[in-house]
């Protein structure tokens, strides 16, 4: 994962928009959206801006400790209440753990769907009992 992708799923993570975003770094929505895009190379100052809006670190940002994905924390909840002073909770995972949540996520998409089905099928079931049971 590139630099600028890695910044845009931790904005996603930390749910901030990039107007969010810009606004925190004091950059221009145009300007911060092309290193979102990869058309800008930041420095590395710029870059260690962008990981302390994020609550991250630089590194994890470069990728220096083989981590290159992001997932939210379990204890995200209990980081939060010990230290509410907007605490990140993010932990990052090798790519391999990641393609593993990513098929676990897949797998829970699809048993969601499964019952979304079954569901509108019973509802239909339902309507067309008060149809016949309607005077």
């Not at 996603?12 to 058309?39: C, P, T």
């Not at 800008?40 to 809006?53: F, H, R, W």
């Amino acid at each position: 994962m590139k630099i600028h992708e890695k910044i845009k799923v931790l904005r996603l993570f930390n749910d901030l928009s990039q107007e969010e975003m810009a606004e925190k770094l004091g950059y221009s929505v145009q300007g911060y959206a092309k290193i979102e895009r990869g058309e800008t190379d930041p420095t590395i100052g710029k870059l260690e801006a962008i990981a302390n809006a994020l609550g991250v670190k630089l590194q994890d940002i470069l990728g220096l400790k083989g981590k290159n994905v992001v997932s939210i924390a379990e204890s995200c909840q209990q980081i939060r209440n010990d230290y509410p002073q907007n605490v990140s909770c993010l932990n990052l995972l090798t790519e391999a753990e990641c393609v593993h949540e990513l098929e676990k996520t897949r797998l829970l998409l699809h048993e969601k769907d499964m019952e979304i089905e079954y569901l509108r099928a019973e509802i239909d079931l339902l309507k067309k009992v008060i149809e016949l049971t309607a005077p």
